[in-house]
């Protein structure tokens, strides 16, 4: 006999395929459905009538019209259920929109002070996520979930956030609990790099891999990793922080306290502390480097304009930087093996002047039966993408659905 809870589960779990499957390859046919699902067809058309009916699908149009029932699309209702992804970055707070087929249907920022106390940078993720609730015309009730990807430490048992290297101020924040209390709704949060492993996993280059690894240079820098299509945090939330890893004994002093680390040579913050650093004459090869003193080193564009006009100076930090950050995923790829390494951050921008000198320290460093595949993310902020896709894996995972305006209980799994 099928215990009645054992039915339950087997239920939402057919559920859960056919809204997996439309969330795909929709819009589909019933027919089409029992194919890619397996089901039987009684169970297709008896669990695509509830979804139906709790306005989860919905019936797009006929697709052929010969002898017999016509045939009518299916596919899901992308009215109801939006997913807020937030990104507390180093000097912005980001924020973006997705629909259930993790379309991005907007994306926004908001300048952030490092430097501000913790109440400031919680008041500024309230602004971020009111910006995209506002802006793409979403309320609150149709709102699945919140996702948040935030740097530094964070405990995932107690949703507090330790600290952020960049943010002197922000120390033991109650952040989960001050989300829910302003939004009550589901609410997810997890450290800037496991979210930007996600992003690549459901959006970005690494759609197909299964065991990879993502290194992001920012004003920081940080590695995401995916074994075997499962993130690994580490005992205590803490893994994949390469850029403390100490490549330099004799470098600079870093944001932790330590001399030496990765981030303090490698990272965008520290390449712009160099290049400020130069005088603001005539380069060596004649050409004047308009952009130097006068503080106009404000970010990566500025030094890339500076590179190509051929400035030695700034190409030789830019090949500095590269050699640094190769001995980082030199160390990388002996640990982990992964299938490819995927760079992103503004850095990236630069990856003409750093990937001959990246790419030689890579080599050097690697232990050389190691695979060495490096790629450059297609996506604009795969981050805070992935931060929203917490919510979309709970959404197909876990049946986090709302139902729609005929049905009561909104905020309730739809599934249940």
């Given at each position: 006999?099928?215990?009645?809870?054992?039915?339950?589960a087997l239920r939402v779990n057919n559920q859960l395929t056919i809204l997996n499957v439309l969330?795909?390859?929709g819009p589909l046919s019933r027919k089409l459905l029992q194919d890619k699902t397996g089901l039987s067809w009684g169970t297709i058309t008896h669990l695509t009538g509830e979804l139906v009916e709790l306005e989860i699908i919905r019936e797009t149009g006929i697709v052929s019209a010969h002898v017999g029932r016509p045939a009518v699309n299916l596919d899901l209702n992308t009215d109801d259920n939006y997913a807020v992804g937030i990104w507390m970055g180093n000097a912005r707070v980001h924020g973006t929109l997705l629909d259930l087929k993790g379309r991005q249907l907007l994306d926004r920022s908001l300048p952030l002070d490092p430097s501000a106390d913790a109440e400031e940078i919680v008041k500024r993720i309230f602004?971020?996520?009111?910006?995209?609730?506002?802006?793409?015309?979403?309320?609150?009730?149709?709102?699945a979930g919140i996702g948040c990807a935030v740097p530094g430490s964070y405990n995932p048992?107690?949703?507090?956030?330790?600290?952020?290297?960049?943010?002197?101020?922000?120390?033991?924040?109650p952040l989960l609990s001050r989300i829910l209390d302003r939004y009550d709704r589901p609410t997810y949060i997890d450290h800037d790099m496991n979210c930007c492993v996600l992003?690549?996993?459901?959006?970005?280059?690494?759609?197909?891999?299964?065991?990879f690894v993502c290194v992001n240079v920012e004003g920081g820098i940080g590695a995401g990793i995916m074994i075997d299509g499962r993130i690994y945090r580490g005992v205590n939330n803490s893994a994949g922080e390469l850029g403390h890893i100490r490549v330099h004994p004799q470098g600079p002093r870093c944001n932790c306290g330590k001399v030496g680390?990765?981030?303090?040579?490698?990272?965008?913050?520290?390449?712009?502390?160099?290049?400020?650093?130069?005088?603001?004459?005539?380069?060596?090869?004649?050409?004047?480097?308009?952009?130097r003193g006068a503080g106009r080193y404000d970010d990566i564009d500025a030094l890339i304009r500076t590179a190509d006009r051929g400035d030695r100076d700034i190409l030789s930090l830019f090949e500095e930087v590269g050699h640094y950050l190769g001995m980082g995923i030199g160390i990388l790829v002996t640990l982990f093996?992964?299938?490819?390494?995927?760079l992103s951050g503004s850095l990236c921008r630069a990856k003409d002047?750093?990937?001959?000198?990246?790419?030689?320290?890579?080599?050097?460093n690697a232990w050389p039966y190691s695979r060495t595949d490096v790629r450059f993310t297609t996506l604009e902020n795969g981050i805070v993408r992935g931060a929203a896709g917490m919510v979309l894996q709970e959404v197909f995972m876990n049946a986090l659905l709302i139902r729609g305006d005929k049905h009561p209980g909104r905020a309730t799994l739809a599934l249940e």
């Open positions: 006999m099928i215990h009645i809870n054992d039915q339950k969330r795909n390859q602004d971020a996520v009111d910006t995209v609730m506002s802006e793409g015309s979403i309320s609150p009730a149709h709102v048992e107690t949703g507090i956030c330790a600290y952020a290297p960049n943010h002197p101020k922000w120390r033991d924040v992003g690549e996993y459901l959006f970005g280059a690494a759609r197909r891999l299964t065991t680390c990765l981030e303090s040579v490698a990272s965008v913050g520290a390449l712009l502390a160099r290049a400020r650093e130069l005088p603001g004459v005539p380069g060596r090869d004649g050409s004047l480097a308009a952009d093996n992964p299938e490819t390494v995927i002047f750093l990937w001959s000198s990246m790419s030689a320290s890579l080599n050097e």
